[in-house]
């Protein structure tokens, strides 16, 4: 992970990719958003998403895990050749959550962050405040899913 010094506004990442499977949809579902559509597939086919659709719950949570995994490859990297790793505070919230289309059983949904905003943080000293937009395209190209949201991130500290 890198210090707010080191990111650009504009700077993008793609994070990974995730492919939904019918098994998966329900599992999720099951535990944390009991629906019809997301739980049986011909209740999804006579939903209005057409077909077993995956909790949008579900989709952001895939994108969390590889934007962490992501990361924790980026710090790997960065530490094997010798470079000191930013520790990232938590994130200050999110906005702009959307679920555009339906992600079905089946879709692999591919996403990419990017940086639209940074600040130094006026109450924290020696942190700044990261703003990016990630989203999530299915395998036809067609955004899915997007989400802005702010994390604190170290400066570097002065030698």
């Given at each position: 992970?890198?210090?707010?010094?080191?990111?650009?506004?504009?700077?993008?990442?793609?994070?990974?990719?995730y492919?939904f499977?019918?098994?998966?949809?329900?599992?999720?579902?099951?535990?944390?958003?009991?629906?019809?559509?997301?739980?049986?597939?011909?209740?999804?086919?006579n939903?209005?998403?057409?077909?077993?659709?995956a909790?949008?719950?579900?989709?952001?949570?895939a994108?969390?895990?590889?934007?962490?995994?992501?990361?924790?490859?980026?710090?790997?990297?960065?530490?094997?050749?010798?470079?000191?790793v930013?520790?990232?505070?938590?994130s200050p919230?999110?906005?702009?959550?959307?679920?555009?289309?339906?992600?079905?059983?089946?879709?692999?949904v591919?996403?990419?962050?990017?940086v639209?905003?940074?600040r130094?943080?006026?109450s924290?000293?020696g942190?700044?405040?990261?703003?990016a937009r990630?989203?999530?395209?299915?395998?036809?190209?067609e955004?899915?899913y997007?989400?802005?949201?702010?994390?604190f991130?170290?400066?570097?500290k002065?030698?």
């Amino acid at each position: 992970m890198r210090f707010f010094e080191d990111i650009a506004i504009g700077q993008r990442r793609e994070i990974g990719a995730y492919t939904f499977t019918a098994e998966s949809i329900k599992t999720f579902a099951a535990k944390f958003d009991p629906q019809r559509f997301h739980l049986d597939e011909e209740e999804g086919k006579n939903s209005l998403f057409g077909g077993l659709a995956a909790s949008g719950w579900h989709v952001g949570s895939a994108c969390m895990s590889l934007l962490v995994a992501d990361g924790q490859r980026l710090a790997r990297e960065a530490t094997s050749r010798g470079e000191e790793v930013a520790v990232w505070g938590p994130s200050p919230g999110f906005r702009d959550l959307r679920w555009i289309r339906p992600v079905l059983a089946g879709d692999t949904v591919s996403y990419v962050n990017e940086v639209i905003d940074k600040r130094t943080s006026a109450s924290r000293p020696g942190w700044g405040i990261l703003t990016a937009r990630t989203t999530g395209t299915n395998q036809r190209g067609e955004e899915v899913y997007s989400i802005t949201a702010s994390a604190f991130v170290p400066l570097r500290k002065a030698k």
